[in-house]
């Protein structure tokens, strides 16, 4: 029977750029000759994709599998952790709600979970030639190695070599290697195989010391130095890394931008739904987090969110709910757009019957839009394509959420659906004012899309008096990879990362 070359790539801490370096050896053994695919067994992230089976899995395994150029999965990522508070989250297993959980209950559980991972692995191990596989925060966490799912107990039954991940950019890497390494038991320690430095700025030449020392110390050779980089549009994993995704472009003060103000919500999900505005040169992107910083925005977008009450109120206690309403109700030029969570926030009421989400049953929302949400136990996960009503243009994009909401009034649909589940079908989504300022929507990677994104990014230029722009084709993912395939290529010993796979 067929079984999988598996290489696994764990890291000194969250945000080191594991998920980076996965997708790069992704393309590069894609490029080689070899059928390859992502794997990881458990993901913690609040960005995440809806497969073609209706399954729900991290952000960062279906960009993963994008690289390799093949149909993300469930099985690449069979266990997700949502955070749904600072000590409870939603567990998906295998693309479905499994339940709702605190750290101490989900920990009894994973003796059964561990069958599921090991399952999921075993069935990608059949079809590929090699299974890349990211750990998780780091695997020297003492008080988690005892029921690990993720790091070296997955290693170990993958029969994985391992490659341990610095961040330089975020200082002290050479003790954190060190400290990782002397955190692992003597067995753990020989799974190590290799080092790579990720993240550098600078003169490389001015390492080798360094490295030198770090080698003879740790006995493990370092594989490379990969640069810093700005250039490559690879999406970021969740929330960890939001700031480091916004770029610190340069603007031309004499040129007109679109001021786009994103609500940075205490439970932001699926913030990579902007990602294709970010790389627009006629705008501006931020995130605010608080009612002083929101100033006089052309755009104001209340993002997705994985606890939609909490947030709610989170607005109106900052006095950003406050800011919003009059914002909108006093000027005629400002947009407001509201996606899945930000959608049922516009509405006037939102029921938690089943207390899904906190033990408030009712509350009252910003009252922008004429709809009610009931939040319902079965969560809705679908890839969708959509046609918006005004203009007539198609989009694709995903539905996650567990609200039904339901709406009369002025207001006309935003979208119809024409796809959903593969199948075709016929409903509206979403409201939109008469004018065109408010909208709400559940479906997100609506701006992916280039000719939705630019149509609508138009609507806002012509209000200022501005004149429209031609659509831009601004992100090819495909290309992307190549370009972050070829930086691995230059600054990782691949040879010797070959031999270490033994592929």
């Known amino acids: 029977m067929?079984?999988?070359?598996?290489?696994?790539?764990?890291?000194?801490?969250?945000?080191?750029?594991?998920?980076?370096?996965?997708?790069?050896?992704?393309?590069?053994?894609?490029?080689?000759?070899?059928?390859v695919c992502p794997f990881k067994a458990q993901n913690?992230?609040?960005?995440?994709?809806?497969?073609?089976?209706?399954?729900?899995?991290?952000?960062?395994?279906?960009?993963?599998?994008?690289?390799?150029?093949?149909?993300?999965?469930?099985?690449?990522?069979?266990?997700?952790?949502?955070?749904?508070?600072?000590?409870?989250?939603?567990?998906?297993?295998r693309g479905k709600p499994y339940g709702n959980m605190k750290a101490a209950e989900y920990i009894k559980h994973k003796k059964n979970l561990k069958k599921v991972v090991r399952g999921s692995f075993a069935r990608l191990s059949r079809i590929y030639d090699i299974v890349v596989i990211e750990g998780a925060g780091s695997p020297a966490e003492i008080n988690l190695k005892k029921h690990d799912l993720v790091n070296m107990n997955m290693a170990r039954y993958a029969k994985a070599p391992v490659i341990l991940v610095g961040d330089i950019d975020k200082g002290g890497v050479f003790a954190w290697l060190v400290g990782t390494l002397a955190l692992l038991s003597k067995e753990e320690r020989k799974m190590i195989k290799?080092?790579?430095?990720?993240?550098?700025?600078?003169?490389?030449?001015?390492?080798?010391?360094?490295?030198?020392?770090?080698?003879?110390?740790?006995?493990?050779?370092?594989?490379?130095?990969?640069?810093?980089?700005?250039?490559?549009?690879?999406?970021?994993?969740?929330?960890?890394?939001?700031?480091?995704?916004?770029?610190?472009?340069?603007?031309?003060?004499?040129?007109?931008?679109?001021?786009?103000?994103?609500?940075?919500?205490?439970?932001?999900?699926?913030?990579?739904?902007f990602?294709?505005?970010?790389?627009?040169?006629?705008?501006?992107?931020?995130?605010?987090?608080?009612?002083?910083?929101?100033?006089?925005?052309?755009?104001i977008i209340i993002p997705g969110t994985k606890n939609t009450i909490s947030d709610l109120e989170y607005l109106k206690v900052s006095g950003l709910a406050g800011k919003i309403i009059s914002y909108i109700r006093s000027n005629s030029s400002p947009f407001l757009l509201g996606v899945?969570?930000?959608?049922?926030?516009?509405?006037?009421?939102?029921?938690?019957?089943?207390?899904?989400?906190?033990?408030?049953?009712?509350?009252?929302?910003?009252?922008?839009l004429p709809i009610r949400t009931h939040l319902v136990k079965d969560k809705v996960l679908n890839q969708v394509k959509a046609r918006e009503v005004s203009s007539g243009i198609?989009?694709?994009?995903?539905?996650?959420?567990?609200?039904i909401s339901e709406g009369k009034g002025d207001p006309k649909p935003f979208f119809e659906i024409l796809e959903r589940k593969g199948k075709k079908i016929k409903y509206f989504d979403g409201f939109r004012s008469k004018d065109k300022r408010i909208s709400g929507t559940?479906?997100?990677?609506?701006?992916?899309?280039?000719?939705?994104?630019?149509?609508?990014?138009n609507q806002i230029r012509q209000s200022k008096g501005w004149q429209p722009l031609p659509q831009k084709i601004n992100f090819d993912p495909d290309r992307e990879f190549d370009k972050l395939a070829q930086l691995l290529r230059e600054n990782i010993n691949m040879k010797l990362l070959y031999r270490i796979v033994k592929v």
């Open 394 to 403: 198609e989009i694709f994009g995903y539905e996650i959420h567990h609200g």
């Open 2 to 35: 067929k079984k999988a070359k598996a290489l696994q790539i764990c890291g000194t801490g969250s945000g080191v750029g594991k998920s980076i370096i996965v997708a790069g050896l992704c393309r590069i053994f894609l490029q080689d000759g070899f059928k």
């Open 44 to 93: 913690m992230a609040l960005n995440s994709f809806v497969t073609k089976e209706h399954g729900e899995i991290g952000r960062a395994q279906a960009n993963q599998a994008v690289a390799c150029r093949i149909e993300p999965n469930v099985e690449m990522n069979p266990i997700l952790i949502k955070p749904t508070s600072d000590i409870g989250s939603q567990i998906i297993v």
């Open 275 to 299: 990602d294709a505005l970010e790389k627009e040169n006629d705008l501006v992107l931020r995130y605010v987090r608080n009612s002083e910083e929101l100033n006089s925005p052309d755009l």
């Open 194 to 273: 290799g080092i790579i430095i990720n993240k550098f700025r600078g003169d490389k030449s001015l390492l080798s010391p360094a490295i030198k020392f770090l080698e003879k110390r740790l006995k493990i050779k370092v594989l490379g130095v990969v640069p810093y980089f700005k250039d490559i549009k690879i999406p970021e994993e969740d929330s960890v890394s939001l700031e480091e995704s916004i770029p610190n472009r340069k603007y031309d003060l004499n040129e007109k931008y679109i001021d786009v103000a994103v609500i940075k919500l205490p439970h932001i999900s699926n913030f990579t739904d």
């Open 340 to 368: 899945c969570g930000g959608y049922q926030m516009l509405g006037k009421k939102i029921f938690d019957k089943y207390h899904l989400e906190s033990a408030i049953e009712e509350i009252n929302g910003l009252g922008l």
């Open 442 to 457: 559940y479906i997100h990677g609506l701006f992916d899309t280039d000719t939705f994104r630019r149509e609508f990014l």
